[in-house]
């Protein structure tokens, strides 16, 4: 039994640690930190870059990506390590992105999105969708501007701003990779944001000219002629034509024995260190577990997307 100056002890305790609790739980998940190019952003507590510099992949809650910084401040393209490619999708979120990801996770395959700010403001649950379902959300500026590479920096610097702060504040992802509009960008844009801000342009090697609404058909196979092992493949959720096209193409890829990657999981490969163990994706009539790529990579352990084939 507690003595009696114990239990008069606790009773004085008792309100301060209630209060303290409570206080702890009324605390919003957000707090406020700086950002390198000098305005500030919201950052998840425990999601915060991790001290000494490291690239913070490790933001990207639903999976684990490397925290070492991608050799080059631009990419078309990883190549020379299988048949590994990255679908990407830009100029959204839009309400029907929501089928794209109802398509994706019907095949258990993982993407990148490269979204627009104000759209990301009209539509925060498809962002936060993007995030739930273990897609890779990106920077592709505030209000999509044409040709970024003749704008003044501080116009560039505001759209990028803008729309990073924008994506943390809705989904708590840190993201650490930019598609400027069009792929209007000069080399020492490219390696200003790389420098300042972290971030690596992304562009493409495969270029379906969805935006011109060619059909369904002429997407799908503009896409799969010219996927190549390392491709970053571009498409836009902006085009309802294209998200109605990608059920078919992303079978049509699966059935070539193609495996998917979000942007970041490919750029881990371009390391001398990194290795790639690809199990081959198994045709099924019945949905299965899926085979893992996995990527080793300086001792991370990186499992990206899984691939399951479609079901008939």
């Not at 299988?82 to 794209?100: C, K, N, S, Y």
């Not at 704008?151 to 993201?175: M, S, W």
Request: proline share 10%; aromatic share 8%.
């Amino acid at each position: 039994m507690p003595s009696h100056k114990t239990l008069i002890l606790l009773s004085l305790l008792a309100p301060a640690c209630l209060t303290a609790c409570t206080s702890v739980d009324r605390q919003m998940p957000w707090e406020r930190a700086p950002h390198r190019g000098g305005q500030s952003m919201q950052v998840h507590p425990q999601q915060a870059p991790s001290p000494g510099g490291a690239w913070a992949q490790s933001t990207l809650r639903p999976y684990q990506t490397p925290a070492l910084k991608p050799p080059k401040n631009r990419y078309f393209s990883v190549k020379g390590h299988g048949p590994v490619i990255a679908m990407t999708f830009d100029d959204g979120p839009r309400p029907w992105t929501m089928d794209l990801l109802d398509a994706l996770r019907q095949r258990n395959i993982k993407a990148t999105f490269f979204v627009v700010g104000k759209a990301v403001a009209t539509y925060p649950e498809v962002a936060q969708r993007i995030v739930a379902d273990g897609h890779e959300i990106a920077n592709h500026t505030w209000s999509h501007p044409k040709n970024m590479a003749r704008i003044p920096q501080r116009v560039v610097r505001k759209e990028l701003q803008a729309c990073h702060d924008i994506i943390v504040k809705y989904t708590g992802i840190v993201p650490r990779i930019f598609r400027p509009p069009g792929g209007s960008f000069t080399s020492a844009q490219s390696q200003w944001i790389y420098d300042e801000w972290d971030y690596v342009n992304i562009m493409w090697s495969v270029d379906p000219l969805d935006w011109k609404r060619p059909g369904t058909d002429v997407i799908r196979d503009r896409v799969v002629q010219g996927a190549h092992g390392g491709a970053i493949i571009l498409a836009h959720d902006l085009h309802q034509p294209t998200v109605r096209a990608m059920p078919a193409t992303l079978d049509a890829l699966l059935a070539e024995g193609y495996h998917f990657l979000r942007v970041s999981e490919l750029l881990a490969l371009d390391r001398p260190e990194a290795q790639l163990m690809v199990m081959p994706a198994r045709i099924t009539t019945q949905p299965q577990p899926a085979a893992d790529v996995q990527i080793e990579t300086s001792g991370i352990s990186v499992v990206p997307a899984r691939v399951i084939a479609p079901v008939e």
